[in-house]
């Protein structure tokens, strides 16, 4: 099929509708319509293709502890079997990795993205409506004088710089599928806010988003209403808002009206002058706790409401998921280019996506739900099997061995106990005095 032709038919949502294989969790047309977004050409047969080197980076994300050189050889990725030859130079990797870029790897997992996270699960809706998730995470790079002028970093209360290079993430989530529907990665000056505003009018129709109190502001929240049909919203109220009260429903339950904010209503002159939100007040442990949203008394009552806004910790689980599972708890991402940072982390919400949906896809042949099976051990598994079957076929298959994998996944099902309550607490002070990296090891 030519890549041209595949661009055209790429589209066509019928042809993905057969849920039955993981061969189509990524399928090939798929892999060929991204590398037509590299920036460069070539007829040269290389010992890493174009294709190979994507598996290759998908690999890194699995396998975070493996030098990339032994990537290529564990996962037999290279042409004709030649990752087992002392020819493959990692500088080769390297270049060839720089050759694919950022964008191939963006653009599958946002096809991922839109065509997983819109899928409906037995069970998964909340009172007919999809329930999302949006917040950010941050990631630290390597301290390179060329990381650290593109990506910025935060300052400490003492007014110093941290002591790493800090990216910015702000990704949308199904929290009952997990699997992230889109994401926004940026140096970290830029704000969170501005961010979501590129992928809500994306979110899915009959759907709830629910978002953490950092993504406050009327011209984020009214767009998620007025771009789409049946879009609702959920975020923790705000102290010291000036508001008027329209309607008591009951003593926990009222209706609001506050002024937008000039500044808000200068960046988008679309904006109504006031705008009404529903304050919904719940009691945890003794404490107080009050949540704006636009879901109407009528259909949905205060218990149900209250209720739904604990589920925005699973956004928070999955960031833990790709930081802690995936990444392995390392300090910093392992590239040390801005084009390759990118690939690198683009790569990991990608390969997080890819186990979220086979683990999905296996919780439902064994009646069991997505949120129900182990992040952790159905990637650990995962892994595990990609590396005994590499010696059989080559990598641009895995689709076809991890159809083979569903059976051993469907046994790692979680069973679900009430979540102690534990406060946040800072685990680590931070010192009043600079850190001299170079100092003498004590003796």
Not at 16 to 45: C, G, H, K, Y
Not at 117 to 146: C, I, K, M, S
Not at 334 to 351: D, F, G, M, N, T
Request: glycine content about 6%; hydrophobic content about 35%.
């Amino acid at each position: 099929m030519l890549l041209h032709q595949t661009l055209l038919d790429i589209d066509d949502l019928h042809q993905f509708s057969d849920q039955s294989t993981f061969t189509q969790n990524i399928p090939v047309e798929w892999i060929e319509s991204a590398l037509t977004l590299t920036q460069s050409a070539t007829i040269r047969r290389r010992r890493l293709p174009t294709d190979q080197v994507l598996w290759l980076v998908l690999g890194m994300s699995l396998f975070r502890d493996e030098p990339i050189a032994d990537v290529a050889r564990r996962l037999n990725i290279c042409s004709q079997g030649l990752a087992n030859e002392s020819l493959l130079a990692k500088s080769g990797i390297s270049t060839a990795r720089q050759r694919l870029g950022s964008q191939p790897l963006e653009w599958l997992f946002r096809k991922t993205g839109s065509h997983w996270g819109r899928e409906r699960y037995p069970h998964d809706d909340w009172n007919g409506l999809q329930v999302l998730a949006v917040d950010g995470a941050l990631f630290r790079t390597p301290d390179t004088p060329e990381l650290r002028e593109h990506f910025g970093s935060g300052n400490t209360s003492s007014n110093r710089q941290t002591p790493f290079p800090v990216m910015r993430l702000v990704g949308l989530m199904n929290t009952r599928s997990h699997i992230m529907l889109d994401a926004q990665i940026s140096p970290y000056r830029k704000g969170e806010i501005r961010m979501a505003e590129n992928f809500i009018a994306r979110i899915p129709d009959h759907s709830v988003t629910l978002l953490d109190k950092g993504f406050w502001g009327a011209d984020l929240l009214l767009n998620i209403g007025f771009n789409g049909d049946n879009r609702h919203w959920l975020i923790p109220a705000r102290k010291g808002l000036v508001y008027e009260e329209v309607e008591r429903y009951n003593p926990q339950d009222k209706l609001l009206q506050m002024k937008v904010s000039a500044q808000a209503r200068k960046r988008n002159p679309n904006l109504p002058e006031t705008w009404e939100v529903r304050a919904v007040t719940y009691d945890i442990n003794g404490i107080e706790k009050t949540v704006y949203t636009s879901l109407p008394y009528a259909q949905y009552d205060t218990e149900m409401v209250a209720e739904l806004y604990h589920e925005r910790w699973e956004i928070e689980l999955g960031f833990r998921d790709i930081k802690s599972s995936m990444n392995n708890n390392a300090l910093t991402l392992r590239s040390k280019k801005v084009e390759l940072i990118y690939q690198e982390v683009w790569s990991l919400l990608l390969a997080y996506n890819v186990v979220r949906r086979e683990a999905g896809q296996a919780a439902i042949a064994y009646q069991r739900l997505p949120g129900e099976m182990s992040f952790k051990a159905a990637y650990c598994y995962i892994a595990s099997q990609l590396i005994v079957m590499a010696q059989a076929q080559p990598i641009s298959k895995t689709g076809t061995r991890l159809s083979h994998l569903r059976s051993g996944i469907g046994e790692l099902c979680v069973n679900y106990r009430p979540r102690p309550s534990r406060p946040r607490t800072v685990k680590m002070s931070k010192t009043r005095y600079p850190v001299n990296r170079h100092a003498a090891p004590l003796k």
